[in-house]
């Protein structure tokens, strides 16, 4: 083996490992070690402040509520997202014209730009003149505040998160769903198997791999939501709708607490570590592998 | 299947096209609608007299023009870019064995894990180090290369049968030409699914150009788009939807047109 053969592979790797380099690996470090000053981004000088930025951030209840709120946004668009895709795949898995029309037109949401879908909905649960308002309306309910009121907001930018997100997740389903090889449905509905049985114990399994990556996606999905925030309620009303990314993209840019807001991307990064590897030790055992 | 559950059914695939469809009839609606008309409730849906004029409203509030050409050249320089830096990465890494393999991958495995909305900030200070705020490098470079790229595609060099291989070079090819003239068309349909899902997210991205731009320079449509607030005042939905639909009409169209290539790209490729 010449010299040349030995340094191709990484001649061929490298102009990819440079890119990540620079503008993932070493940020990430750069980022840590940030969040141990005082800083502004104008004065020259950076002041090494310890931990300090980390317990300012703690026994923040501003930050506090943006933990909590980035939390229950998490769990419910995950939760909702998931779930309902699952029904609406179980519901959706034919090969027939209209059913291919259908799954065509709840997956649209997810090709279109975030600004649109944010500017759409903003619209549309508009307080006063919104099209959700008349929907809720022809069932018999009264006006409802939407993004304006911090008992609707976050539920609000739910919606619009699972409205965007469910048609891939059915269709990723339903791909789940006709990899499984038809002889085992078959030998369910000879052994007179109840479709609830059938479900739980034989497509539930089958389809684990699926939920766990649909799970996964969604979850770092939701952890980095920025768009519908900037767009639809600049984190308010009172701080209602404020997550992790805004709350770091706020404090950098409109504050200029450059070591502050390191220190919350250096949490969040903590919490989307321990989420991934939890999620890898408690997952990848009950998992069902083919 | 009994005729009422039938019924019932289709009654609930149309329940579920409106919910998806309705927002965008909503806002073909509005858009062409004056202002005291979206002011009407509970709405109405025709408008009385269509106003054609907010698009051109709604294109006047900034250059748009200038905006639809920063896209243009943002978007297919990163394309361009990431099909240089992931074609000849993903090749090693499913092709050669050599010292250090796993822990390149690695690297590629944790940018995969990391979301760029979580390492802006110290991006954005980098940048301004190299003076590359505010410039369309800026916007493309950090895009240069994508691990998701690099994981698809080697996956499919990882199944191309080895017989081929071997084949090729008992005929003396050069390893080059193997690889652009045999492995890389085998793998086109694999390229073809990244290209487009790399292409419409970059065209759609909203968040970088937001925060890596202070001025018109390198500006994209999603932030022109969302500049019409600015300038028209809050509540004036009409010209924004006519806006929205600068921005959403052009992705529909091609979508209508080719959506089962377009569905297939974005999900069954990601799942295998």
Do not use: C
């Not at chain 1, 000879?190 to 939920?211: A, E, Q, Y």
């Not at chain 2, 609606?29 to 004056?34: D, R």
């Not at chain 2, 943002?74 to 090693?92: F, G």
């Not at chain 2, 690695?106 to 900030?121: A, C, D, N, R, S």
């Amino acid at each position: 083996m010449t010299l040349w053969h030995k340094l191709r592979p990484y001649s061929m790797v490298a102009p990819a490992i440079i890119v990540f380099s620079v503008f993932f690996i070493y940020p990430i470090f750069y980022m840590i070690y940030l969040s141990f000053f005082d800083w502004n981004f104008v004065s020259p000088t950076k002041s090494f402040v310890g931990i300090q930025n980390f317990v300012d951030l703690l026994t923040e209840p501003e930050f506090r509520q943006v933990l909590s709120n980035t939390t229950l946004y998490t769990i419910l668009t995950v939760t909702l997202t998931t779930g309902l895709s699952l029904l609406l795949a179980l519901w959706l898995n034919r090969g027939n014209f209209f059913y291919g029309i259908v799954q065509g037109a709840i997956f649209s949401p997810h090709i279109i730009s975030l600004v649109s879908i944010s500017l759409l909905w903003s619209w549309i649960m508009d307080p006063e003149y919104g099209l959700l308002n008349w929907v809720i309306g022809l069932f018999g309910f009264g006006k409802l505040q939407w993004l304006a009121h911090p008992s609707t907001s976050l539920i609000s930018l739910v919606i619009v998160a699972v409205w965007k997100g469910i048609g891939y997740n059915t269709l990723v389903f339903i791909a789940g769903l006709q990899s499984i090889p038809a002889d085992i449905y078959e030998a369910a509905s000879l052994d007179r198997s109840r479709p609830w049985t059938t479900f739980t114990k034989l497509i539930l399994p089958m389809l684990s791999p699926t939920i766990f990556f649909l799970v996964i996606i969604n979850m770092i999905g939701s952890f980095q939501v920025f768009e519908t925030i900037a767009i639809m309620t600049q984190g308010g009303p009172v701080n209602s709708t404020n997550t992790l990314v805004y709350y770091i993209y706020q404090y950098g840019f409109r504050f200029f607490k450059i070591g502050y807001a390191s220190a919350a991307g250096v949490i969040l990064l903590v919490i989307v570590g321990i989420l991934t590897i939890i999620y890898f030790k408690l997952l990848s055992n009950r998992v069902h592998y083919r | 299947m009994t005729l009422i559950l039938r019924l019932v059914n289709a009654a609930g695939l149309l329940l579920l096209v409106l919910i998806f469809a309705m927002p965008f009839v909503w806002m073909l609606s509005t858009s062409l609608k004056t202002l005291p008309e979206t002011m009407i409730f509970p709405p109405e849906w025709i408008p009385r007299h269509p106003v054609w004029k907010n698009y051109i409203d709604a294109w006047n509030t900034g250059p748009f023009l200038h905006y639809i050409m920063n896209s243009v050249i943002i978007s297919v320089s990163i394309l361009v870019l990431q099909m240089l830096t992931i074609i000849p990465a993903s090749y090693a890494f499913a092709r050669y064995k050599f010292a250090g393999s796993g822990f390149l991958f690695g690297v590629v495995m944790v940018t995969l894990m990391i979301p760029e909305q979580l390492i802006f900030l110290p991006v954005y200070l980098e940048l301004s180090t190299f003076k590359l705020l505010n410039t369309h490098l800026g916007l493309i470079l950090p895009f240069a290369s994508s691990a998701f790229g690099i994981f698809l595609l080697r996956q499919a060099f990882r199944q191309i049968s080895d017989e081929l291989l071997e084949a090729a070079r008992l005929d003396q090819a050069k390893e080059w030409k193997i690889i652009v003239r045999i492995m890389v068309p085998m793998v086109k349909p694999v390229l073809v699914t990244f290209a487009l899902f790399s292409f419409i997210a970059h065209w759609n991205d909203y968040f970088w150009p937001l925060v890596m731009t202070t001025n018109d320079v390198a500006r994209t449509l999603p932030i022109g788009i969302a500049k019409i607030r600015e300038v028209e005042g809050v509540g004036t939905w009409n010209i924004l939807m006519a806006g929205n639909l600068i921005l959403v009409a052009p992705i529909l169209a091609v979508f209508s047109l080719s959506q089962r290539h377009i569905i297939k790209a974005f999900v069954y490729n990601g799942v295998k």
